[in-house]
Nanobody, 122 residues
Framework: QVQLVESGGGSTQSGGSLRLSCAAS????????MAWFRQVPGKEREGVAA???????YYADSVKGRFTIFQDSAKKTLYLQLNSLKPEDTAMYYC????????????????WGQGTQVTVSS
């Protein structure tokens, strides 16, 4: 079992920045992929960014150049730096992990956090 707890969400204006954190605990040695997804009511949960065991990072086209995914050296805390935020980035952001994955495919992930809300006003 892996437990994930997100933090760092909040409200900001367009162009602002936030940093999300996701603390992993439990059987973390099983984790190979870690990712951030987001969801707005009535829409599918979508992949935002992912990082895999060898350090490769993947990003959705909509966030490339604005968001950065990284993790601490122990790979127990995942971060997402959100810069140049836009109103369309408003969503609930979820952290997820998987023992193996296609990085941006939500069905590959078996552990999820409870989510943290990001709200960007124009």
């Amino acid at each position: 079992q892996v437990q994930l707890v997100e933090s760092g969400g909040g409200s900001t204006q367009s162009g602002g920045s936030l940093r999300l954190s996701c603390a992993a605990s439990g059987y973390t040695v099983s984790i190979y992929c870690m990712a951030w997804f987001r969801q707005v009511p009535g829409k599918e949960r979508e992949g935002v960014a992912a990082i895999v065991g060898d350090g490769r990072a993947y990003y959705a086209d909509s966030v490339k150049g604005r968001f950065t995914i990284f993790q601490d050296s122990a790979k127990k805390t995942l971060y997402l730096q959100l810069n140049s935020l836009k109103p369309e980035d408003t969503a609930m952001y979820y952290c997820a992990t998987a023992p193996y994955c296609r990085p941006m495919e939500k069905n590959q992930y078996n552990y999820w956090g409870q989510g943290t809300q990001v709200t960007v006003s124009s």
